[in-house]
């Protein structure tokens, strides 16, 4: 059988392999991310690298950033009316919640800008009987798959796939006493079958085959639409860039503070002629390095200073290292929109903090508006396994309070204040109300016995 299932890749996957696993690296951190993004300088010798590299260290803002993203989003618990609870419990059927699924799917899509959902079924035979198919599992569950697990696909005329093809990668070390094999994957969905190949030394074999009972390609692609989706890149893609000029700067900052302690040897030329003549003359005297690097000594002409002595980078240029990453994190953080205020919120104009609230509001709304359609189509493709699954009605918060809360209630205090009449107080007390419920939910039955008390002091 031919290979070429292993090797075939959509003209989307082959454009952002690279880029995908590069923001994957950063998103992950650690040591070996470090050594692939710390830049070596074209003067920088062997030794000095080799201890900058094993000095450095990674604030992993671009992880920071696609976890607080996802926490803001579902922060306050989707509304799941109708929803089977054994299912909201065990989505995954492997221990995780509807809401940590949903979690991944998040934190994907602002690592990747695409990510899929995934609908499978346990294969068996027959038809299991309801004890047994809660017993054994036998039901629908979902998983969040990056983009880099699903290499191709295709879209049919109707604008649903035709067919995916997906990697999967098992490791096989049941046996204590043998070795692990792992085994490299790849399975293929389409409208009517599924098909599991796997690629040995000798070949491509097919391994399982199936009826895919749903009808349709039970993947759910999403991809935000102001992305990939209109042609373009991934604004993650710039978080990593900026993110490794910060660990760049701070690597650099670092090394000056090593060299402002232990300084930087500057001998006379004489000096470094006579240590030369001992090293030709085979004398046991240690070698004279005479290499221009900032661990290696410094030779001055004797009618110059002609003292040997130990200097160092001044504090100054430390302090601008610092202060460019200072200016590097605010322009970080504008570009996913959270809008880092200056340090002092009171210089800025009330348009411009009206603005920043309204896009960071809007771009998390945005994104609770693509889980809850992504929710609900895979919901969907679990009742196309199991009629006895029902489709809840799944509902997103969309209210996020991204705003001058002091500010907030000191304007609704002023309001409250003014003499007017009892609608201009009871739209006011409306106001206060809505502006508790995005501090700290409330509940809708809360809120309307508020709204009530306030109709009946508006009545009296």
């Not at 989003?73 to 492997?94: N, T």
């Not at 929710?375 to 799944?394: F, G, H, N, S, T």
Request: aromatic fraction near 10%; proline fraction near 3%; include cysteine.
């Amino acid at each position: 059988m031919s290979n070429y299932i292993f090797h075939r890749r959509h003209p989307e996957y082959s454009a952002n392999e690279s880029r995908w696993k590069h923001a994957s690296s950063a998103y992950r951190g650690g040591k070996n991310y470090i050594d692939q993004a710390l830049i070596r300088h074209v003067s920088e010798i062997d030794i000095e690298f080799a201890e900058r590299r094993r000095r450095a260290y990674y604030f992993n803002y671009p992880r920071a950033i696609a976890q607080k993203i996802t926490q803001y989003v579902l922060a306050i618990e989707p509304a799941r009316r109708g929803a089977r609870e054994d299912m909201v419990e065990d989505w995954s059927s492997s221990g995780l919640r509807c809401n940590e699924v949903m979690r991944q799917l998040s934190t994907l899509l602002n690592v990747y800008g695409r990510a899929w959902l995934a609908v499978e079924m346990p294969d068996f035979e027959g038809k299991p009987s309801i004890e047994r198919a809660r017993r054994e599992g036998l039901r629908p569950y979902v998983k969040a798959l990056s983009p880099l697990q699903v290499t191709d696909w295709a879209y049919g005329k109707d604008g649903k796939l035709l067919w995916a093809i997906c990697t999967e990668e098992e490791l096989l070390n049941r046996d204590p006493f043998s070795p692990p094999v792992k085994l490299c994957r790849r399975r293929l969905f389409t409208r009517e079958t599924w098909h599991l190949f796997e690629q040995t030394h000798s070949g491509v074999r097919e391994i399982d085959s199936g009826i895919n009972m749903t009808g349709i390609v039970p993947l759910i692609g999403v991809t935000e639409p102001d992305g990939f989706g209109i042609g373009g890149g991934h604004w993650f893609e710039d978080v990593v860039n900026i993110s490794e000029a910060i660990l760049n700067n701070e690597s650099e900052a670092q090394m000056n503070t090593v060299k402002q302690m232990f300084g930087m040897l500057v001998v006379s030329e004489s000096f470094a002629r006579g240590a030369q003549k001992l090293n030709l003359s085979g004398s046991k005297t240690e070698n004279f390095s005479a290499t221009v690097a900032r661990s290696a000594a410094i030779i001055e002409a004797v009618d110059e200073k002609g003292i040997s002595r130990f200097i160092s980078p001044s504090g100054v240029e430390t302090a601008t290292i610092r202060n460019e990453n200072e200016h590097l994190k605010r322009e970080l953080f504008e570009i996913v929109g959270l809008a880092l205020q200056s340090n002092s919120r009171n210089n800025q104009s009330a348009e411009s903090k009206s603005w920043d609230f309204q896009n960071a509001s809007q771009f998390l709304a945005s994104r609770a508006d693509l889980l809850e359609q992504s929710e609900l189509e895979a919901w969907k493709i679990m009742q196309r396994y199991d009629l006895d699954i029902p489709v809840p009605e799944v509902l997103y918060n969309r209210k996020f309070a991204v705003r001058d809360l002091n500010a907030a209630i000191s304007g609704i205090i002023q309001l409250a204040s003014l003499n007017m009449g009892d609608s201009f107080r009871q739209a006011v007390g409306y106001a206060a109300t809505e502006l508790l419920d995005a501090i700290e939910p409330v509940g809708i039955k809360q809120k309307q016995k508020i709204f009530n008390e306030i109709n009946q002091e508006k009545q009296q």
